[in-house]
């Protein structure tokens, strides 16, 4: 599970933004059974970070993700 997170965590922070069900898949599906585990803190500082970052549409980021395809064709 701490891969997966750090990994997620780590993909929607370079993006600068995140979905709200990205945000509640991460929150409760993973780091919420994480932290009950005991898990260590670096999850807790990424998820700081990701509490930070602005919370959008998912046809936004389909938007973003056509924009970047089309500029890498180039």
């Given at each position: 599970?701490?891969d997966r997170i750090v ?12 979905t709200q069900d990205e ?22 500082r990424l998820m700081n ?26």
């Amino acid at each position: 599970a701490h891969d997966r997170i750090v990994y997620l965590s780590l993909k929607y922070i370079a993006r600068g933004s995140i979905t709200q069900d990205e945000y509640e898949n991460l929150c409760e599906f993973l780091c919420k059974p994480y932290t009950e585990l005991g898990g260590n803190g670096s999850v807790k500082r990424l998820m700081n970070d990701v509490d930070k970052l602005q919370i959008v549409n998912t046809f936004i980021i389909k938007d973003r993700i056509a924009e970047m395809n089309e500029d890498v064709s180039k």
